[in-house]
């Protein structure tokens, strides 16, 4: 048995005591019959200098302007987020149509190159639409043709003259009439060939004629 | 840059232009310079919103551009202005003064110019209406366009005013450099940079307004005189007879030949944020004056300042132009309270008496004879310019003498007032005291400090720690031995100007982000009170609101009042520390 000598585990008569219990010294942390504890220390609250008429009328000037900021065309809002349900307000709440940056008056030149494009609206003149011309179509299948056939080639020159709306009108409306006329039959063609079309008397014949058969 | 300096910024920027705006702000200021593509994946915007909102920023002067050769191809840079956007938060103040000093229309003008960032003057009358107006209301119209055209309240635009002014300077350097023959010397390059930096001084002095257009007028005859009417300085305005386009201003009647100036329709405009805050700085030393002495001080100060003003282009100018006390006398308001502003008779204990016996009573101010006005005048001058803070300099004794205006002087005593009030406000009245010490006395040991401020060592010492903390005062070690042991050195207290600022700095924009956030926290409570109010059947019929409803909104509206008067009081402190420092001018040079 250690008689005080060494730092063994000692007796157990022994027992150490920690530096929180001497400071402590027998005093709870914890608040006894429910008392209150002041969470902040007491502070006098010194009320501030009552506001002046001059700086009221200049915070009624602040916040004027930035309401006209919040309604401008430079206050850029993401777009809402689509409803799922339909509300009551949704009736009787819309919200005012934003300007768009491409109505404002300024100078370009202020800005550059790369940010034209959201300031400048886009100019249709002088940029060339396709226009859908029909003889264009009626041309291109005709010049294909004038290899073989040279009135096609005269036709196509005398068709000229022709506004190119009107055949292309024209084109369009046969090309209608014969897609109505397909499309209200199903049974366009035969899909069962008999053979009876084939003209097979050619294959042997090398003249190509239409004689008969011996 | 501060933390607190970017954060402030930002809230402002969303108050104004919205999230998407305030994203890409976010990412210049913590990036610095970026062109396009990188800004795009750093602010997480589409390329189209970013490029409407630098569009948004660079029309309100908050966001500028250079172009820089990077290889072959020529790559667009975009830098951000904190302090123009600073300057939003300081709105209410400029039209207040543009209302002060140029009416109702000027006020209109103004704050059309303002909230569209540029603008022509045509533009601007076709948003109030000015064509439906009567006769005498355009011309009163066209007067205060000329006047705030004339006193630079708003400046014409020009092309390279959105390019960034560091690009611009070194664009101009190169171009200077380039036209010697050799390589220059230090000395020689730091000429070429000065002759540039004057050059735009010049440019501001010259008497040609940029978008004013002086031309002469026939000789007015009798018939002509007739139809002058009076501006809104009090000067006879000419009436136009010419076509649309042009707009007269001010005319100068001497009876021959005269000058009609007229504004530029076309020509696009901006506010000139520079040249208003001289005239808030000069409101400030104005009130420093009638807080200490009285309002006749105070009114006798503008007098003066007044006659500065059109020499002093930015609150960088250190120096005024030299006044004559004859300019004093009669720029002098004719309503000044000067009557009980000083004591001038040799005997101040000495009662005057009348011939029946009754004590002499002075008149008004109005009624003052011009002797007896000029001699408080000039009582009053003596008294200002011997004032400790020296912001008032008597140059010349010849004569009535000259006096000049000591702006540094001046911004160094209303920085000093404003870091005591932030101090006492903070920590109380026994720390301001020891400020007051330090500032008196230089620099001290600790128990010197307590010496004179009648505390006791332990409590002087916890409250010098406590502003040290605060970044308010620092400490300079002396040693005694040349190994410097720090037990054996002796640590002085003193005030160090520049960390003082940045601590009173960070403090404002901190106090100003809370009064932004609480604001927000205040209107986020009620929303739902709020988009109510905003629905068109409430809008037609407000009865629709119950009693309960009506009260909170007119308590959002109290509490929105108040938050608005704490930011406008808070930012005058703002303009005082850091807008008027003029050793934060090299750092405000290429902004």
Redesign the interface.
Same mark, same amino acid.
């Given at each position: 048995m250690s008689r005080g000598r060494g730092r063994g585990r000692g007796d157990g008569n022994r027992r150490e005591i920690s530096a929180l219990q001497t400071e402590l010294q027998g005093k709870s942390i914890f608040n006894k019959n429910g008392e209150k504890s002041n969470g902040f220390p007491e502070y006098d609250i010194v009320a501030g200098r009552v506001a002046s008429e001059e700086e009221k009328h200049i915070a009624d000037l602040m916040e004027k302007f930035r309401a006209e900021m919040q309604s401008s065309v430079f206050c850029l809002q993401p777009p809402a987020p689509v409803r799922d349900v339909e509300r009551y307000s949704d009736r009787y709440f819309k919200p005012a149509a934003r300007q768009s940056l491409k109505g404002l008056k300024t100078d370009v030149r202020l800005f550059p190159d790369e940010l034209h494009s959201e300031l400048l609206k886009k100019s249709t003149k002088g940029k060339k639409t396709a226009v859908y011309s029909g003889n264009g179509l009626l041309d291109a299948l005709k010049d294909a043709k004038d290899d073989d056939d040279d009135e096609g080639g005269d036709k196509s020159g005398s068709d000229a003259d022709k506004t190119d709306k009107e055949d292309g009108d024209d084109e369009l409306g046969d090309e209608d009439d014969e897609d109505d006329e397909e499309e209200g039959n199903d049974y366009l063609e035969s899909y069962f060939e008999n053979g009876e079309e084939d003209d097979l008397g050619d294959l042997d014949d090398d003249d190509g004629g239409g004689g008969g058969d011996y | 840059m501060y933390t607190q300096q970017v954060g402030l910024c930002k809230q402002i920027v969303r108050?104004?232009? !919205?999230?998407?705006?305030e994203a890409v702000v976010a990412v210049l200021a913590r990036e610095g310079r970026l062109s396009?593509r990188q800004l795009v994946p750093r602010a997480k915007q589409t390329p189209?919103?970013v490029?409407?909102?630098? *569009? %948004?920023l660079? =029309?309100?002067g908050i966001v500028t551009?250079a172009?820089s050769k990077e290889g072959s191809l020529m790559v667009?840079y975009y830098s951000v202005c904190l302090k123009n956007i600073l300057r939003l938060q300081r *709105? !209410?103040?400029y039209?207040?003064l543009v209302?002060e000093r140029m009416g109702s229309e000027g006020l209109a003008v103004f704050?059309t110019i303002? *909230?569209? !960032? %540029?603008?022509?003057i045509g533009?601007v009358c076709e948003v109030l209406g000015v064509a439906e107006m009567g006769k005498a209301a355009k011309l009163k119209f066209n007067a205060v366009v000329a006047k705030l055209v004339r006193d630079r309240y708003i400046i014409a635009?020009n092309?390279v005013?959105?390019i960034t002014k560091a690009d611009r300077i070194m664009q101009a350097e190169v171009s200077e450099v380039e036209k010697l023959t050799i390589p220059p010397t230090a000395k020689e390059l730091l000429a070429i940079r000065r002759k540039i930096l004057e050059r735009e001084e010049e440019e501001y002095q010259s008497s040609n307004v940029v978008g004013i257009k002086r031309r002469a007028s026939a000789d007015i005859s009798a018939d002509h005189l007739s139809k002058l009417h009076m501006g809104a300085d009090g000067r006879a305005v000419a009436f136009s007879s010419h076509g649309t386009g042009e707009q007269n201003g001010h005319s100068h009647a001497n009876g021959e030949q005269q000058q009609v100036d007229s504004v530029d329709d076309k020509q696009?405009f901006r506010a000139y944020f520079d040249r208003l805050d001289v005239f808030l700085r000069n409101q400030q030393v104005v009130n420093y004056f009638t807080d200490k002495y009285n309002a006749g001080a105070g009114a006798l100060l503008k007098a003066i300042l007044r006659v500065t003003e059109q020499h002093t282009r930015t609150c960088r100018v250190k120096l005024s132009e030299t006044v004559s006390s004859t300019q004093i006398f009669q720029h002098v308001s004719p309503d000044a309270p000067l009557v009980d502003a000083i004591d001038t008779s040799k005997d101040m204990f000495h009662q005057k008496y009348d011939a029946s016996g009754n004590p002499v009573v002075e008149p008004s101010s109005k009624e003052l004879s011009r002797e007896r006005r000029s001699e408080i005048i000039f009582a009053l001058l003596e008294v200002i310019h011997t004032d400790s803070s020296g912001i008032v300099a008597k140059v010349d004794e010849r004569g009535t003498g000259q006096y000049r205006v000591n702006f540094e002087r001046a911004a160094i005593t209303l920085r000093e007032r404003c870091v005591d009030a932030l101090v006492h406000e903070k920590f109380g009245s026994v720390h301001a005291r020891l400020l007051r010490v330090l500032r008196d006395k230089q620099k001290l040991d600790e128990k010197v400090v307590a010496q004179a401020t009648m505390l006791p060592i332990a409590a002087c010492r916890e409250r010098l720690h406590d502003l040290a903390l605060a970044g308010v005062i620092d400490t300079i070690e002396i040693p005694r031995s040349a190994d410097r042991n720090p037990s054996r050195m002796f640590y002085l207290w003193y005030i160090n100007s520049d960390k003082q600022m940045r601590s009173a700095m960070r403090f404002v924009y901190q106090a100003m982000s809370n009064v932004i956030e609480r604001g927000a926290k205040e209107a986020s409570a009620r929303a739902l009170l709020v988009? $109510?109010t905003?629905?068109?059947?409430?809008i037609a019929d407000p009865s629709l609101l119950t009693d309960g409803e009506r009260k909170e909104l007119q308590n959002l509206a109290r509490i $929105? =009042?108040?938050l *608005?008067?704490?930011?406008?009081?808070l930012d005058s402190m703002l303009l005082v520390v850091y807008d008027t420092d003029p050793h934060s001018a090299d750092l405000q040079l290429l902004q």
């Open positions: - | 108050e104004h232009y !919205g999230p998407i705006v396009l189209r919103n490029r409407q909102a630098l *569009a %948004v660079i =029309q309100h551009h172009m667009t *709105a !209410g103040l039209l207040a209302e704050r303002m *909230a569209s !960032g %540029v603008s022509t533009n635009v092309t005013d959105t696009f988009a $109510k905003r629905r068109q059947d409430v $929105k =009042q108040r *608005a008067v704490a930011s406008v009081r």
